[in-house]
């Protein structure tokens, strides 16, 4: 496990500058695309985050690569060891800490999302049918292609909002009807209508459940409230083609903005965040510019995802004490690694696997193995008089250095 703990270790540290390196990019590629559709926008901020997770996989596989190939059969008989050997021993406890609140953050997150998720299907269970909106929401998905036009109810919501797996459910505020004119409830129910043609509900699961991967990086977080933004802005611009009614939109979202809003990320609804810059796209709706550029973002985005892992794997192979955590494990090449030296008092020859000394001979005498004590990287090979005759430093990929003898001893 001292392996597994310093690979997650430096996969997490790689994370943080990946991650943060795609998120100072978002605001950039956003700026680059100019007037383009708010799709096209959503989806290169899902782009991004699609971005920053994958860099983490494929670090981690690389690193894994680099690092396998940095163990193999070393044939010098003295050689320099640059280990740091303090990294591998008293950094464990930090090592550990850092993989383990990474865990604990990832199992918390996910399991407050599961807890969401509970409390939007209790909300939908307790909703009381909607009546007063149901010939509209059949005319609407009609219009916008929907072959099966989705439940409506009412619950205590403050905002409508879109739930359901396989069949979605629209819960509307009681008294939705009465409180917006009807251009608003139309703009508004259409809205909602988008969210369930774009699968809204199930793209912003699977989004938070890739976001909890790297919870602790702000700049995920950020990537994810770019998205919700750019997701609400389409169905905005989806709402205005179906509905011919920019204004009611306006006046509907408006009027939601005025209550208090669930915060929850999983009820995909009209909020107030961003409510400018929704309004202001609508009303340029008209303004769109041509999508020559998002093959230029999407490349530079990708760009930047193939030189964060060249990166981290080049670094990866000159991480001493992960080779060498790696060697000794059961992860590591089941081989034996045979090593001839030779000093002024003659010829020996150790055999090394998975770190641990299995064999030693000296001057073609093969020493027992209760001659042969492993403390360690050290190893200390006696006489049969209990005299020590050789001791070696070794390295578990297959190198190992001593104090050269002057004298032969073995009985």
């Known amino acids: 496990m001292n392996y597994l703990l310093q690979f997650a270790a430096w996969v997490l540290v790689q994370s943080a500058w ?6 100072l990019l978002l605001p950039l590629s956003m700026r680059l695309l100019g007037r383009v559709s708010s799709e096209q926008r959503y989806r290169c901020a899902v782009l991004h985050l699609l971005t920053a997770v994958g860099a983490v996989v494929w670090t981690a596989v690389v690193s894994q690569a680099s690092v396998a190939a940095g163990v193999h059969p070393t044939p010098m008989g003295e050689r320099p060891i640059a280990w740091l050997s303090g990294a591998g021993e008293d950094g464990q406890p930090f090592v550990a800490t850092i993989v383990l ?6 199992a918390i997150t996910e399991m407050l999302l599961m807890v969401r998720l509970f409390r939007l299907a209790r909300l939908v269970r307790r909703a009381t049918p909607a009546p007063a909106v149901v010939a509209m929401v059949e005319e609407l998905s009609q219009q916008i292609g929907l072959t099966r036009a989705p439940r409506v109810c009412c619950g205590d919501v403050r905002s409508p909002l879109v739930a359901g797996w396989r069949s979605s459910v629209i819960v509307v505020p009681s008294g939705f009807a009465e409180i917006h004119s009807e251009p608003e409830v139309r703009a508004l129910l259409a809205h909602e209508l988008a969210h369930v043609v774009r699968r809204d509900y ?17 700049g995920v977080w950020l990537i994810c409230a770019r998205i ?6 389409s169905c905005d611009e989806l709402a205005v083609e179906i509905t011919r009614s920019s204004a009611g939109l306006a006046k509907g979202l408006f009027r939601l903005a005025s209550f208090p809003v ?27 510019a041509s999508n020559r550029v998002v ?9 930047m995802f193939v030189g ?8 990866a192979a000159h991480v001493d004490p992960l080779t060498r955590a790696f060697a000794v494990s059961r992860f590591g090449p089941q081989t034996v690694f045979t090593i001839h030296a030779q000093d002024p008092a003659g010829t020996f020859l150790v055999r090394m696997l998975r770190g641990r000394v299995v064999g030693v001979i000296v001057g073609g005498e093969a020493i027992p193995a209760g001659r042969v004590s492993q403390q360690g990287d050290t190893v200390t090979v006696t006489s049969r008089a209990g005299q020590e005759v050789l001791r070696l430093e070794v390295d578990p990929r297959g190198g190992f250095r001593w104090t050269p003898r002057h004298s032969r001893t073995i009985s």
């Open 101 to 106: 609140l990474w865990l604990a953050g990832m």
């Open 262 to 288: 669930y915060g929850d990320a999983v009820l995909v609804g009209a909020s107030s965040q961003g409510l400018l810059n929704r309004i202001s796209r609508i009303a340029e709706l008209q303004k769109r």
């Open 228 to 233: 919700r933004h750019e997701r609400e802005c």
């Open 18 to 23: 990946q991650t943060c390196a795609i998120a």
């Open 295 to 303: 093959p230029w973002v999407a490349a530079c985005s990708i760009a």
């Open 308 to 315: 964060a892992v060249s990166v981290a794997s080049a670094a």
């Open 202 to 218: 199930f793209r912003n699961v699977f989004h938070l459940l890739l976001a909890a991967v790297l919870w602790w990086h702000p």
